[in-house]
């Protein structure tokens, strides 16, 4: 494999790299990187900013409709928001050259330092529709797809694809080779078919025939939830890097301590006073992006994921905690969720009240 890399890592645990724009072009470090991945309706902007600032070696957006777009649909401009996010890569999702052409190009007019093209999503509603992982059902027409977004763009271009469609067509060494023979800076394999959905448990030893195939650098995805997995994943797949998305849900540091642990290095877990801190910049930011009510909403399995961790409500708190609609609510359970048994204990016994309650 090369070690000529199209994303800076940075120091883990030092925030972004200040790089200028066009610098991803080539010969930054991505090698034993992290990487948030792509999370449909999950990797905000402020979920982004948060484990970026940590120490993640990038993230990338949650899935943007490049027709909706390139027509300046609203919500799909706020899913590629980057402001704050350095690199700022954009993954844009469609089945039409024209239209994932235009998406690209309005991607990099606003920003976008990367472009990644989803040949991956399992969702029914998207393969439904001929985009994601359905894409790897007709290669040559991905590959029209994938020479359309490289064309209209100058920054770099990557993609992210399952090991095909099903098991007796796992064909992503053959896509991956497209994308190289195109000038994709590289691709990141999801160790699973379409058709098993998220069933099972990622194959990344099947990821090896991609690292095989190209010269480009490879990122492994699929249940890697801590650095032992890492480890093991980038050991069993061949690959340059990892990317983590279920498991960051709720914890955005989990990403820059893999990242920081693949390089030999450490970055201290946040406290639980830090992580509430985290949780209610994050949450705000949802309100500030989206409005009140519809903030709310785009946090509730945000506000789910952090109490779960957290592990300090009970469950009618948690219920209130994400069905609430009043935000002061929502911002007061969240930072409770965070707070020491111990704490809680004394904070009960002040207000003998709430025990009665």
């Known amino acids: 494999m090369t070690t000529d890399h199209y994303l800076s890592a940075g120091a883990p645990g030092a925030g972004p790299a200040a790089l200028p724009r066009g610098f991803l072009s080539a010969g930054a470090l991505l090698a034993r990187g992290a990487l948030l991945a792509p999370l449909s309706g999950v990797t905000d902007l402020h979920m982004r900013r948060i484990a970026r600032r940590l120490g993640a070696t990038a993230t990338v957006s949650e899935m943007v409709a490049a027709e909706d777009f390139a027509r300046g649909t609203e919500e799909a401009r706020l899913r590629a928001e980057g402001e704050g996010v350095l690199p700022h890569v954009v993954q844009l999702a469609g089945c039409d050259p024209h239209w994932m052409a235009e998406g690209a190009r309005l991607a990099e007019a606003n920003g976008a330092d990367v472009i990644d093209v989803n040949m991956g999503c399992p969702a029914k509603a998207v393969?439904?529709?001929q985009a994601g992982s359905a894409l790897m059902r007709d290669l040559d027409h991905a590959e029209r797809l994938l020479a359309a977004v490289r064309g209209a763009v100058a920054v770099p271009v990557t993609v992210k694809m399952r090991l095909g469609?099903?098991?007796?067509t796992r064909n992503a060494p053959d896509l991956a080779r497209r994308a190289e023979r195109l000038g994709y800076a590289a691709v990141t394999v999801h160790g699973r078919t379409r058709q098993q959905f998220y069933t099972g448990r990622a194959d990344w030893a099947a990821i090896r025939a991609v690292a095989q195939a190209v010269a480009i650098p490879v990122v492994a995805n699929?249940?890697?939830?801590?650095?032992?997995?890492a480890r093991a994943c980038l050991a069993a797949s061949g690959a340059d890097a990892v990317m983590i998305g279920r498991a960051a849900v709720g914890r955005p540091w989990l990403v820059a301590a893999v990242a920081a642990g693949l390089s030999n290095e450490t970055v201290a877990e946040p406290d639980a006073a830090a992580k509430a801190d985290l949780a209610a910049e994050h949450y705000e930011g949802l309100l500030a992006l989206y409005g009140a009510r519809m903030g709310v909403r785009?946090?509730?399995?945000?506000?789910?994921?952090y109490a779960d961790h957290?592990?300090?409500?009970?469950?009618?708190?948690r219920t209130r905690l994400v069905t609430t609609t009043d935000p002061d609510e929502a911002a007061r359970l969240l930072r409770r969720a965070f707070e020491t048994p111990a704490a809680r204990s004394a904070g009960q016994a002040a207000r003998p009240e709430t025990q009665a309650a």
């Open 298 to 305: 785009h946090a509730r399995k945000h506000l789910a994921a």
């Open 165 to 168: 469609w099903d098991d007796a």
């Open 310 to 317: 957290a592990g300090g409500l009970d469950r009618d708190e």
């Open 222 to 229: 699929g249940d890697i939830a801590g650095l032992d997995d």
């Open 127 to 129: 393969t439904g529709g």
